[in-house]
């Protein structure tokens, strides 16, 4: 079964919106590697309830990449295989925003659209070497 495993909240102003979250619910959060995208860890790793980590994405980014204005949560499903799950998406009446891409050292990576219009990712983790 596909889970979600990542989600994006869009915001005009990344910084202030993670310090929203620190405040309100102690979200921890940092800028990636100064691209103006701000990673958000909701909790520990291991013990308390199960949840997801995400990322806050500027308003500018954001309609570069989708074409428009996105006031939502983007939840992104993590896959075994992109491209088959991509070939399932567009079967099945769904559609692709963007070619996949390669996110270095985490994986492959592209937004599609359900049927009703409705952005969500897909993701395939890079297999990382056995220490």
């Known amino acids: 079964m596909n889970r979600p495993v990542h989600f994006e909240i869009i915001s005009k102003d990344p910084e202030r919106t993670s310090e929203f979250y620190k405040k309100a619910f102690g979200w921890d959060s940092q800028s990636w590697q100064d691209s103006g995208y701000w990673l958000v860890m909701t909790g ?5 309830a199960p949840g997801i980590d995400g990322g806050i994405m500027s308003e500018k980014d954001a309609v570069e990449v989708f074409g428009q204005e996105v006031p939502a949560y983007i939840c992104t499903l993590e896959v075994e295989d992109i491209d088959s799950a991509i070939a399932s ?15 270095q050292g985490v994986g492959w990576h592209v937004y599609c659209r359900d049927p009703d219009g409705n952005i969500f990712g897909l993701m395939e983790r890079l297999e990382l070497p056995a220490e």
């Open 89 to 103: 998406v567009t079967s099945s009446g769904g559609s692709l925003i963007n070619e996949k891409n390669q996110i």
């Open 44 to 48: 520990e790793e291991s013990g308390g």
